[in-house]
């Protein structure tokens, strides 16, 4: 089946009971049984719920994979993924990532007693380097969370089975329109639900996809054991959104391109980080691994203290500033003092986090509004 295809009907199918065309939202904990332990697959929402079911039957044939979890959040999903390892194990990770994969590694999964260090993945040889015989888990995001990095999928994963040890790629910023790490050998595939899948900003979600049963039955055991997940309305919005995936990545890419265009050339902008430009170091590579270059533009304005910013912020009109990312309107997102807060000031300095460094999230509107509504803010500054 085509993209556009796929998108409208994974996971859903006419209601057997009513032929309702969209899958019912089934608000219910628990499920009548015939006699103790005859049912009909279903007996408490924490375990099953079919408006999930349905969810991950969808995210599963979106990322081409075997099974599909559905989380309570992106790092409810990342906090199953971990909780594979055992106490002694080593991960590598991306040094560029979302501050909150790294919160939660540093501070929850660090003291109950795995050890993370963080590489830059671009670099496989650097990546190579940094295997111990303990490591377990190679941790990758790509495109990275703020500078847009892309690390080469297939050669990583082939660096971590060398050495006995996974793969796992966060594809949240490209979505499985964009890119399909399973499909470049990639073990686990982590996504943020609440960005592109939703779409619309209305809900928060995480989704595991993977084709090992053995990783899969300890997973869903996790999903039940812990008990993250998601509420039936949630996953009905997600499922929701899924089907015009393909038609808002198209619209998010073609929008990115002309902002990351327009804000190479103003003369108050320092550097762009955008996938789709020749000037990025991973243009080929992008090209080769994802359909098109993803709705994520981060650039930098040259000033030292944030405050210098705050024209900009206020003069902003289409654009909303704030966190989070991937639905149809354009956000602004300072990430220094927004999301990548919880990575020490040194750390976030090395890695290119500067204070005059600004994400875009841009939207699905007319593009002409949204490079007006940047140039003014930009003669602000
Ligand atoms: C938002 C995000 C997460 C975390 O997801 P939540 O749904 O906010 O818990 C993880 N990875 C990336 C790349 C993200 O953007």
Redesign the pocket.
Known sequence: MKWHTLAVHAGTEPDPLTGAVMVPVYFTSTYAQEAPGVHKGYEYSRTHNPTRTALEMALAQLEGASYALAFA??????DAVLRLLSPGDHVLVSRD??G??YRIMRRVFEPWGLSFDFVDTTDVAQVESAFRPETRLLWV?TP??PLLHVSPIPALADVAHQRGAKLVV?N??ATPYLQNPLEMEADIV??????YLGGHSDV???AIMLNREEDYHRLRFLQNAVGAVPGPMDCFLVLRGIKTLPLRMQKHCENAQKVAEFLATHPKVARVYYPGLLTHPQYLLAKQQMRLPGGMVSFEIPVQDPEDLRGFWESLQVFTLAE???GVESLVNHPATM?HASIPEEERRTLGITPGLLRLSVGIEDSEDLIIDLQSALQRV
């Open positions: 959040s992106g790092l409810a999903a990342t990532l979302y909150g994969t995001e990275s969370n966060d949240t910023f982590v996504h943020s639900a609440t960005k928060v979600m995480g989070s990312l991937g999301t």
